[in-house]
């Protein structure tokens, strides 16, 4: 691996980790794009190496400092890993199976139907 991957890594993971501890966000938001513009990644190893840091206690120390401020809804945050373990099952065997094209597109028009909605439609 060259330094110059090294650096881009960490400046990927340092902005996701920055942005997932101040709004929520990070692998899909941040990751993805970022793997697959600044490394040249195909969108399924982009959106697997992120779900693959999902296995790790990354946000830990985040979810612990809003814990520490009563922001952390711990049963709501169980029913939604446990329903996420179901759908990240099947949403990765269907998207297994599109082409790289028809999921990077995909993938773009959910992230800009999200930003319209935040920018147009919030209250």
């Known amino acids: ?5 090294i650096l881009i890594l960490i400046a ?6 920055i942005l997932s501890g101040m709004f929520g966000i ?3 938001v941040i990751m993805v794009p970022a793997l697959v513009y600044f490394l ?7 959106q697997g190496t992120s779900i693959g840091l999902m296995l790790l206690p ?9 814990y520490q401020q009563g922001n952390l809804n711990i049963k709501y945050g169980l029913i939604v890993a446990a329903a996420f373990v179901i759908g990240g099952y099947f949403g990765s065997k269907y998207s297994l199976g599109m082409s790289e094209i028809i999921l990077k597109k995909s993938f773009g028009v959910l992230m800009l139907g999200i930003a319209l909605k935040m920018i147009f439609f919030s209250k």
């Open 1 to 5: 691996m060259k330094m110059q991957e």
């Open 12 to 17: 990927i993971g340092l902005a996701a980790g």
């Open 26 to 28: 990070g692998g899909g």
């Open 40 to 46: 040249s990644m195909d969108q399924h190893s982009a």
């Open 58 to 66: 990354i946000g830990i120390l985040a979810a612990n400092n809003y």
